[in-house]
Every structure is written in C-alpha cells, then in structure tokens.
C-alpha cells in the first residue's frame, strides 16, 4: 500500500539551532513531494515542493528539503530556527497523474528559547 | 476573497444531528478539495471537485457523508446523523486547475465536536 510516514511525533529544537524533519514514502515511481506547516489556528501553508530535477530544493522561510531517490526520502531542513516555527510540519506525496495527497501524521515543532 | 474561507471555525453538535461546513475558495480556483484532519493523524482526503466534472468522493468514509460545490464555487459538506467519531477538523482547500503538481490553498478549518 502506498504510504508517507513521519517517524518524529515531536520535536524540540533551541531557537538558532538546526532542524531537521523526516519524511519517507513508499510509492512505485517518484511521485510530486511537498512540506506543509500549520500553525496554531491557521490552514496549511506550502513551504516547498519537488518534481524533477534538482533534488535540493529551496522553500520559503528559510527551508530546504533534499529527495533521495535510493532512500525514498524527502527531508526537511532549516539551518537556524527561530520561535515563529514552532509549527506542525506536514510530508505529503501526490502520486504521478494523481491530484490526491496522502499525507504522514506530522511532526510537531516546539522551539526553546 | 484574498483566501479560502470556511464556516463556523467551531461546531459543537449532538450525537444524531445533522451538520452543515461551508467552505469559499479562492475565486477563479476550478478544484476543490475537502479533508479531515484527526487529532494526532495526518490529513484524510474525503472529496474532490474539478470545475463542472463528476466529483471524486472516493474518500468519503460512510454514506452518511455528502458535499456539493454549487455553480463553481461554494461548497457544502454536510454529515448526516453525527457520531463522536465524526469529531475533527474539516479542511477545504483550493488550486487552480487541480493538477498534482499544484499549489493546494487550504482554509483555517471548521473545528466539529459531536458531544
């Protein structure tokens, strides 16, 4: 069955340290692969995505994530966070030809000062 | 509207009641899409609508689930005799054309708790 899982529930990181999420799919081919923030009392909001191509990508606020074809993985990072990113982050995973996103359960981020 | 906008933000219902969400999308947006969102799971796609096309209501997990998008633009999900476990936030979201690659606009959510 095809699936996106997020292994980290939670994650505490100190304001200006790095962070790093996981995301990691099963799917046939590679499908189209997106981040998601939401935070507290707001809708989902795209932070970056990726199709084909390089597989570093850059995002807004900061973001990057990097597609491993050989790992199936699609990690999010930020080099230095700061509080406004205490968030849920979301891994999504639209199948090739599919307008459907599954989506993992999400990784929450708290920040400490 | 600058965004996708959805109604109420808070529903408190009784068991067996009938529920109505709204949900506008963003203007001139031909897709729309509803999820549910559990507490401490992912999103769960219920439906999706695609300019006049017939909708993809693949997600909707009983009968009791219906939603409608009326002349391209607004749409209603409605459940029908709640049960606790209908207890979630309901999210709409938005794209402009519903290709795979696309953006998704999604809306503040309505928060329903069937007590």
């Known amino acids: 069955a095809q699936s996106v899982t997020q292994p980290d529930i939670h994650i505490t990181v100190s304001e200006g340290a790095s962070l790093e999420l996981r995301c990691n799919y099963s799917?046939?081919?590679?499908?189209?692969l997106f981040w998601y923030v939401q935070s507290p009392g707001q809708g989902l909001q795209l932070l970056l995505k990726?199709?084909?191509?390089?597989?570093l990508v850059q995002g807004i606020k900061g973001f990057e994530a990097e597609f491993k074809r050989s790992q199936s993985s699609f990690n999010l990072r930020k080099p230095s966070v700061h509080w406004s990113d205490a968030a849920e982050y979301f891994c999504?995973?639209?199948?090739?030809?599919?307008?459907?996103?599954?989506f993992g359960a999400g990784t929450t981020v708290t920040v400490r000062a | 509207g600058a965004g996708v906008s959805q109604s109420p933000s808070n529903k408190v219902t009784e068991k067996g009641k009938d529920v109505e969400l709204r949900c506008d999308p963003i203007?001139?947006?031909?897709?729309l899409y509803w999820y549910r969102q559990s507490l401490g799971q992912g999103l769960e796609f219920l439906i999706y609508?695609?300019?006049?096309?017939?909708?993809?209501k693949s997600g909707l997990p009983s009968d009791r689930f219906s939603a409608e998008r009326t002349g391209g633009s607004v749409s209603t999900l409605t459940i029908q005799r709640t049960q606790q476990e209908d207890s979630a936030v309901y999210l709409c979201?938005?794209?402009?054309?519903?290709?795979?690659?696309?953006?998704?606009?999604f809306g503040s959510g309505t928060q329903l708790s069937v007590l």
């Open positions: 203007s001139g947006h031909t897709a």
């Open positions: 990726y199709f084909s191509g390089d597989t």
């Open positions: 609508f695609q300019g006049n096309s017939a909708p993809d």
């Open positions: 979201a938005s794209s402009f054309q519903g290709k795979p690659n696309e953006k998704l606009f």
């Open positions: 799917y046939g081919a590679t499908p189209y």
């Open positions: 999504a995973v639209a199948p090739d030809n599919d307008y459907k996103l599954s």
